[in-house]
Structure formats: C-alpha cells, structure tokens
C-alpha cells in the first residue's frame, strides 16, 4: 500500500531531522540492509548448533550426561534462534496477526463453513456476557 502525499512529507521531515541530530547513526542505518543482520545471526547460530553436537559428542564419549543434556539444549536453542532469523530474514516472520473473515475471502472460521471458529465463538461469549451487565 503506498503512502499518502502526507504521510511521504511526515516520513522525510523525520528523516531530515534523524541526520540532523545524529548524521553517523542515521547514515549506519540507511546503509545496511536488514537481512545482513539476520544472516549475521544465521551464522552465529550455525557455530552455536555445531558447539551444541561437539558438547552432545562429549558427553556421550566421556559418559557424562549433565554434559550431553547441556549439548542437546545448546543445539536445540541455536536451531530456534536460527530458524526464526531464517523466517524474519526471508519475511516469513512479518506479520503475526491472523487474516480477516474479508481477507479470507468472506469465510467464517478457519474450516471454511458456517461454524465459527475457536476465537469468534469465545468473542461472542465475550460479547453476551458483557451486554447483561
């Protein structure tokens, strides 16, 4: 959705006033693309999954389990970490609000038919609960 003729004026006078209060910040910002920060983390959590298996490894070998457990947790926590840089990286990870009956194409519900889903039908208890008030 493009911007307005307001909104375009709004956002230049915020920049103009950006570099005029910090010209070095400003301009960091403006340069680097957003995905090179969540490659940055991609990496760090591919180093972080390969500590957790060396860990895992090791406490397996030496029969150390507090350690091996400890692997497991590191790789699975770089795995996370990974995969949501990965979905935010790719714009996967964007927007967290669920669609609208409109936008779903008039639907009621995520099944598609008449009956409401799990969330309009608790709104609607909502809805009632509060009117007899």
């Not at 307001?6 to 400003?26: F, G, M, N, T, V």
């Not at 957790?52 to 926590?77: D, S």
């Not at 979905?87 to 669609?99: I, L, V, W, Y």
């Amino acid at each position: 959705m493009p911007l307005s003729e307001h909104e375009q004026r709004l956002l230049e006078q915020i920049e103009q006033a950006l570099y005029a209060e910090d010209p070095k910040w400003a301009n960091t910002v403006r340069i680097s693309d957003p995905r090179s920060h969540y490659k940055r983390r991609l990496v760090k959590a591919s180093i972080g999954f390969i500590l957790g298996v060396v860990l895992l490894m090791v406490g397996v070998v030496i029969n150390l389990i507090p350690l091996g457990v400890g692997g497991f947790v590191v790789m699975l926590a770089a795995c996370l970490w990974g995969l949501s840089s990965w979905k935010r990286m790719n714009g996967f990870g964007e927007s967290t609000a669920t669609p609208s009956a409109e936008q779903q194409g008039g639907r009621v519900g995520r099944r598609g038919g008449s009956r409401p889903g799990f969330m309009e039908r608790m709104e609607e208890r909502w809805r009632r609960r509060h009117d007899e008030r």
